[in-house]
């Protein structure tokens, strides 16, 4: 076990984040590395350390307190100088960069070195948020916000209606990673908030895209065709579906939607839990301080919000160089910008969709969809439900399967395990930009949802949810993480916002256990700012994951009573030559000693064998490595035998058939 809390030192200031409407992040200055402490021994304790180092942790920007728990911070990079007060989103992997989603575009790092990352492009290119996948030679790239312009200009679009709008997918030929060119773009009704690439095995000519688009339909001045009136009102609605894009390989811009199913048909309003009592009651007491100082709110749904400088002094800040001003906001000003919020609001926010007796319906977009061609599933987290697709058509996907929770509040993204016999969703309850791990918030609110898979079938087992108690200051709630390839075992890394990361082991469903993790103190102290982790992903031996307002951070795990080193070298058997997680891929081991032994160390942890022959089957795994050619291979060949014979009577039967199958795998590899 190693706990560690860190100080760095680079005072740098804060940012804030207004209602998960503006992310917008402040200047900072210097690069920072990461620890260059050796590694920890491998320590068998299995408890966590206590007090919980998370908890206190002092806050800052830059230079905030930090605590680990069995992992170790290989490195943290500020973002570039084109990217500073940006807010970082998501990341996908190809070769050795790590591919970094901004609002204000895209970095490429060059992680061949994970302590010291190099920047390769800083491609300037704004629209929120910027999902980011690769295949190949492709960078696809979403766009939603209303001032993203097809030439990826800075200015923004300004004219409600404007053939310079992107709202979309952008297709980028990195060929060249360091000068990416933009070869295609394909407009969408409501843009596209995330997206997902399928590739299908039986097509090598194409891949396809899924849009996941939360925004207003646009005018269908803009984009022929964009209607928002219900589909029985107009079978071309763009509610109630989403795009299927098809990109020919060899001819990117000729990439065009191909089919817009509506897997959302005839779900019901799902049910809500609300906000907290504590939370209800804070909010009654904003709205009258503000409306009594002449403060700025407005109405999200049916409730009214206090809005924060952050988000309203831009445009406070426009109105008076409209009207050629200087200096501080007059009355004038506010009352216009009050004058004008509604409708702001109102186009950056989606309208609850009603029918036609005024009653609430089901989700009309998904959020994120987890494709798992392997299996021909995916996995949609749909705003008030998960759905389970069937993909096995690339270009027609079907809903087979849906479920709602009222602790559940907006399913955000999904997780299949490695074998598909579960699936995970998380719930970004608060839209991600709200304190929601605080003492006072449910354990079930703003946590993940587990669920095994059998028959194509969805069966509720459990919740997990941070377990340390973030501060009011810190943006924290349930986000993007990805499976760790730790052999027989489901092991997800996941990103908390300003909670950190956790490493969770989730193989007993009904019963996750947090095993590692890594957080840093608030931004500000003195108020809700944003940053913390967006995304954290595995990639090919090391964590990382995309810091909202800091940069790029990369992690290691270490050893523990919880995972051990023939653990950790075995998941860094796994090579990827590319990483899309919302297009996840089946993770496989090459035989090796590591794997092995990995099978070995569960057992003994287990007890699914009896100590004395653990000791003796490490012992011929010892001799086997040492020897060579035939010796090697007659020597696992005789364990393998061994263990076939045992299992019957073994404390864990499935588990010493696995151990069997890697060591007669080892033995065939062995030349």
């Not at 908890?55 to 830059?62: E, K, S, W």
Request: proline share 7%; net charge negative.
């Amino acid at each position: 076990m190693l706990t560690r809390i860190r100080m760095p030192s680079v005072p740098l200031r804060s940012l804030s984040l207004a209602l998960g409407l503006l992310s917008a992040a402040c200047a900072h200055s210097a690069s920072s590395a990461g620890s260059n402490n050796p590694a920890p021994k491998d320590s068998k304790s299995t408890a966590a350390p206590s007090p919980d180092p998370r908890v206190g942790l002092h806050a800052g920007l830059m230079n905030a307190g930090e605590a680990e728990w069995n992992l170790r911070v290989l490195s943290q990079t500020p973002p570039s100088e084109q990217f500073v007060g940006i807010t970082n989103s998501d990341l996908s992997f190809t070769s050795h960069y790590a591919i970094q989603g901004s609002y204000g575009g895209y970095q490429v790092w060059d992680i061949t070195d994970p302590r010291k990352p190099v920047l390769t492009t800083a491609y300037v290119c704004p629209a929120s948020q910027s999902d980011v996948s690769v295949y190949r030679n492709l960078l696809f790239v979403s766009g939603e916000d209303l001032s993203a312009r097809l030439d990826c200009g800075t200015e923004g679009v300004k004219d409600t209606v404007s053939s310079e709008r992107l709202r979309g997918l952008r297709i980028f030929d990195i060929s060249d990673i360091r000068h990416p060119k933009n070869v295609g773009n394909v407009q969408t009704c409501r843009g596209s908030h995330t997206h997902s690439v399928l590739v299908d095995p039986k097509d090598t000519e194409d891949v396809y895209v899924y849009i996941s688009g939360s925004s207003r339909v646009r005018s269908g001045t803009e984009l022929p065709g964009c209607t928002d009136s219900l589909p029985s009102q107009d079978p071309n609605s763009a509610l109630f579906r989403i795009e299927v894009i098809k990109v020919p390989l060899a001819h990117p811009e000729q990439a065009a939607i191909v089919s817009s199913p509506r897997i959302f048909n005839d779900l019901a309003a799902p049910p809500k839990h609300g906000e907290t009592p504590e939370d209800i009651a804070a909010n009654k007491k904003a709205v009258a301080e503000a409306h009594a100082t002449g403060g700025f709110t407005a109405v999200f749904d049916t409730q009214e919000v206090v809005l924060q400088p952050q988000f309203t002094g831009p445009m406070l800040d426009s109105i008076g160089r409209a009207r050629g001003g200087t200096g501080a906001p007059t009355a004038a000003d506010s009352a216009a910008l009050r004058q004008a919020l509604p409708g702001i609001i109102a186009a950056r926010i989606s309208k609850p969709v009603r029918d036609a007796n005024g009653q609430p319906m089901g989700p009309t977009q998904c959020h994120d969809i987890t494709l798992y061609p392997a299996i021909g599933l995916a996995g949609g987290a749909c705003g008030g439900y998960g759905l389970l697709l069937d993909i096995s058509d690339p270009a027609h996907p079907t809903r087979i399967g849906a479920v709602a929770d009222s602790n559940f509040s907006y399913w955000h993204s999904a997780t299949f395990n490695n074998d598909g016999t579960k699936i995970l969703f998380s719930d970004e309850w608060g839209g991600g930009g709200q304190p929601k791990c605080r003492v006072t918030d449910k354990k079930e609110w703003g946590a993940d949802a587990i669920f095994t898979l059998a028959d194509r079938k969805m069966q509720f087992q459990s919740y997990y949810k941070l377990p340390a108690p973030q501060t009011p200051q810190e943006n924290c709630v349930a986000h993007n993480g990805s499976l760790i390839p730790i052999p027989g075992r489901d092991v997800m890394v996941q990103a908390w916002y300003q909670g950190g990361i956790s490493v969770f082991d989730w193989t007993d469903a009904a019963h996750p256990k947090e095993i590692a993790f890594f957080d840093r103190g608030p931004v500000d102290s003195t108020r809700l700012a944003s940053g913390g982790s967006w995304s954290v992903y595995w990639y090919n031996g090391v964590m990382v994951s995309s810091e909202i307002a800091r940069g790029l951070d990369i992690f290691e795990l270490t050893p523990s009573g919880l995972i051990s080193q023939n653990e950790i070298d075995a998941a860094k058997t796994v090579h990827l030559d590319y990483l899309n997680v919302q297009g996840q891929p089946k993770l496989h081991w090459p035989p090796s000693f590591a794997l092995a032994r990995a099978y070995v160390d569960q057992l003994e942890r287990s007890k699914g064998l009896e100590s004395g022959r653990i000791s003796a089957v490490r012992a011929a795994l010892a001799d086997a490595e040492k020897a060579s050619g035939t010796a090697r291979q007659d020597a696992l060949t005789k364990l393998a035998t061994e263990l076939d014979g045992e299992a019957g009577g073994a404390g864990d039967v499935a588990k010493v058939r696995t151990l069997a199958g890697a060591v007669r795998q080892l033995a065939g590899a062995t030349s």
